[in-house]
């Protein structure tokens, strides 16, 4: 379970969320508004966390959480879309990095904004998405912030 976050962002308020998800025609799920609001991205304590059905890979580690204004750009929210535009579907939200350059990312293309880890090599020099390169983390932000575990 999520303990604290590190090296957070520079707070945002309820309207600079709001313009976010306007530009990007975005409803983000309550619990994952309430963290971003709080913290702004930033390293989570613990930050393993489970990975289904990735063959001999059961947990990631994140790296961090992406902010929006984010102070290393690799970090932030729309430097991140900005550069995944078109070439990822629309309501898939990058949420987070890990240490291996792969994404967490809420599929908000269905009901309740599931969590899924985006397995980025085949990705990698061809830019071509495959949705075989999901796999399941949590049915929610909460249930994914419920799951961090120590590695």
Not at 25 to 38: E, G, I, N, T, V
Not at 72 to 99: F, K, M, N, W, Y
């Amino acid at each position: 379970m999520l303990r604290e976050v590190n090296n957070s962002n520079r707070r945002i308020d309820e309207g600079t969320l709001a313009s976010f998800e306007a530009r990007h025609s975005l409803s983000l799920p309550r619990a994952y508004r309430d963290f971003m609001l709080r913290t702004n991205g930033g390293r989570p304590v613990p930050p393993a966390f489970p990975i289904g059905d990735l063959p001999n890979n059961p947990a990631g580690v994140i790296q961090a959480f992406f902010g929006l204004n984010a102070s290393i750009r690799s970090h932030d929210l729309e430097a991140v879309l900005s550069e995944l535009e078109g070439l990822i579907p629309s309501g898939v939200l990058p949420i987070a990095c890990t240490d291996g350059d792969d994404f967490i990312c809420m599929d908000l293309r269905g009901p309740g904004g599931c969590i899924v880890f985006w397995d980025r090599r085949s990705f990698w020099g061809t830019e071509l998405w495959n949705e075989d390169d999901l796999y399941p983390v949590a049915k929610d932000f909460q249930a994914m912030l419920e799951a961090l575990h120590d590695f």
